[in-house]
């Protein structure tokens, strides 16, 4: 029998503590503090915590960029959140596991987190190119029911060349596309992809605090 998978989530209290929103926001180091304050990250069965609102799984959300053209992706029928299946993205991430045993009530949870982040892109893309990653934004979407069981950590990965190849059968029609050629198929999109596209030139320009 399969072991059941376990996913890193928060109490949805906490972010209302630290400021409830719909969409993004860019005080990342307001919120970081908060989620990931000694004591407050938890793994939880993924059953469990997709029917439970009253947590957030935390999901790191890698947007990769080279050149001023953005990596897009479209998610195949074996993808494994049945609900995005056939939609475009430029996020590139998933669930934290507790692969590593990370240690949650550390000091330093952002730098293992970010390892974490690392071998989460890798299982989905090989990246041949080295990379600055920067935490540019906090993604939440409580108008879908996928939305509301999740928070997307946003990250910008800018690319010192657009080598990237996809190791997941799920992810077709893979290639850097310019801002123009985003926006002419934003309605094929997923929610947290478009969001992130009205934002994508604020988030080249922003370096926020903390973020590296």
């Not at 990250?41 to 999901?59: H, L, S, T, V």
């Not at 992706?73 to 049945?82: I, L, Q």
């Not at 939305?147 to 990237?164: E, I, M, S």
Request: charged letters at 25%; one cysteine or more.
């Amino acid at each position: 029998m399969p072991q059941e998978e376990h996913v890193l989530v928060v109490e949805r209290a906490v972010l209302e503590q630290a400021g409830m929103f719909q969409g993004l926001a860019f005080d990342v180091e307001r919120y970081l503090r908060a989620l990931f304050a000694p004591g407050v990250p938890r793994f939880m069965p993924r059953p469990q915590a997709e029917a439970d609102p009253g947590y957030k799984q935390i999901i790191p959300y890698v947007i990769m960029t080279h050149g001023g053209k953005y990596l897009a992706y479209v998610r195949g029928r074996r993808a494994g959140e049945a609900r995005l299946v056939g939609l475009r993205s430029i996020g590139i991430g998933g669930h934290i596991n507790p692969v590593d045993e990370l240690p949650l009530f550390h000091a330093d949870f952002r730098e293992v987190y970010r390892t974490a982040v690392e071998r989460e892109v890798a299982e989905e893309v090989a990246v041949e190119a080295g990379h600055s990653d920067r935490i540019v934004a906090l993604l939440n979407d409580d108008s879908t029911d996928v939305g509301r069981v999740h928070l997307g950590v946003v990250h910008l990965w800018t690319l010192d060349a657009p080598n990237v190849s996809k190791r997941e059968q799920v992810i077709t029609q893979m290639g850097f596309l310019s801002l123009a050629e985003l926006q002419a198929v934003r309605d094929t999109m997923e929610t947290w992809s478009s969001l992130c596209l009205d934002h994508l030139a604020v988030m080249a320009e922003r370096n926020p605090a903390g973020a590296r």
